[in-house]
């Protein structure tokens, strides 16, 4: 557990720390995102239609309004600790919404899943305007700082999106981003199956 948290808030903040400041903008752990995946280039696909096959899983799971379970779990992947919201119908987990604290902002997570499978990641990034237990910290001067967008077809990962275009090709380059995604998924798992307990829960 501690090399993960060290690994995942790590990559956060080296994240965070390539882009830069846009307009704030809230995201509800309550309810899915209505965001465009906006597929843009590729790295070389899997399948032809790997980027449609995603985004109409996607749009399927944005419409699903009546969820038979939410079911939340803390979790304890960066500094602050964080939660996650494991959204279930007819019995098939389909998504999970993280949110991840830190010392110098927040990030929130979306993880679609296709078939048991992780299908797409949607990351949203924001930074305090300090740190956190500066004098000068004002939760209402946090701006987001940068969306990343993962797509995976038959759990490979095929293509990264990134606001910030170094950030993007850093994504790419960089050979951990992929285990990044999934040991953060297989905790994700790992607690769901532990009856949404995260103690005992080791990587």
Not at 86 to 91: A, E, F, S, V, W
Not at 119 to 144: M, Q, W
Not at 159 to 181: F, G, M, R, S, V
């Amino acid at each position: 557990m501690k090399y993960l948290t060290i690994l995942s808030f790590g990559l956060l903040l080296g994240f965070a720390s390539c882009q830069g400041n846009n307009t704030k903008q809230s995201h509800n752990t309550d309810s899915t995102t209505t965001k465009d995946i906006n597929p843009g280039d590729t790295i070389t696909n899997p399948e032809p239609d790997s980027t449609l096959i995603v985004r109409e899983n996607f749009n399927r799971i944005n419409a699903i309004k009546d969820w038979d379970k939410i079911d939340s779990a803390e979790i304890h992947e960066s500094t602050e600790g964080g939660i996650a919201k494991y959204y279930t119908k007819n019995n098939v987990l389909e998504l999970i919404k993280v949110r991840n604290y830190g010392e110098g902002g927040y990030t929130f997570q979306d993880f679609y899943l296709k078939n048991g499978k992780l299908s797409f990641v949607f990351e949203e990034l924001y930074n305090y305007n300090t740190h956190i237990i500066d004098p000068k910290f004002d939760i209402g001067k946090t701006k987001k700082v940068g969306e990343v967008r993962y797509y995976y077809f038959e759990d490979k990962l095929f293509n990264i999106i990134a606001t910030d275009k170094e950030n993007e090709k850093y994504l790419k380059d960089d050979k951990d981003t992929d285990k990044y995604i999934k040991d953060m998924f297989d905790v994700l798992i790992k607690i769901k199956d532990n009856n949404f307990n995260p103690k005992g829960i080791s990587e």
